[in-house]
């Protein structure tokens, strides 16, 4: 299992970026995104939250996947061991949590796993909102989250399943992290 570092994801977009002769500002306008943000992300400055490289990948035309992987696999079955998962890419961002792709190589996957972190509140939330549908299983902690006009309070082994593009945003409560398994899906297979 190859192991992926925040150098790496933006060194990948770039390419990726690139083989589709693409400017930043091309990229910017597909996105919603400045230049000068998209280029942080390329340049590893700053660490993009998984519906942030979702935006970007669906810019670029690819799967969000082909951010994180060069080669396709010859399986049609994927393990991510825990101590693998570890050691895989997984970073603190800005916006209150850290993840982890559980199936990063799979071909023409129809959705995307992630092993989510999620803090306590600091400040003012970072609300997300995109296309697709969400899933979110607690594993541990309680969970503040707000969908739209709602607002649910999630205790381990509550599942969620939302439609992704009412804003959301969630943080961790009682001062402790919560640890999930989060997986989004666009309803579109993987082109490649």
């Known amino acids: 299992m190859a192991t992926f570092n925040e ?103 129809l959705m995307d796993p992630y092993y989510i972190s999620i803090r306590p509140r600091e400040g003012e939330p970072y609300v997300f909102q995109h296309k697709g549908h969400e899933l979110m299983l607690i594993l541990s902690g309680e969970l503040e989250l707000h969908v739209g006009e709602r607002q649910l309070e999630l205790h381990p082994g509550d599942c969620v399943y939302f439609d992704a593009s009412l804003p959301h945003y969630g943080f961790a409560l009682g001062g402790k992290q919560v640890e999930a398994m989060l997986v989004i899906s666009t309803g579109q297979g993987r082109s490649s």
């Open 7 to 109: 150098e790496q994801i933006g060194a990948r977009i770039k390419s990726l970026r690139i083989d589709r002769d693409l400017t930043l500002a091309a990229v910017a306008e597909r996105t919603n995104l400045s230049r000068s943000y998209l280029s942080k992300v390329e340049n590893s400055k700053s660490a993009p939250p998984v519906s942030t490289l979702a935006t970007i990948a669906e810019a670029l035309g690819v799967h969000v996947a082909d951010i994180f992987a060069d080669d396709e696999p010859a399986t049609m079955v994927t393990v991510v061991r825990s101590e693998e998962r570890q050691a895989s890419f997984r970073h603190g961002v800005e916006v209150g949590y850290s993840y982890a792709p559980l199936a990063p190589v799979f071909p023409k996957r």
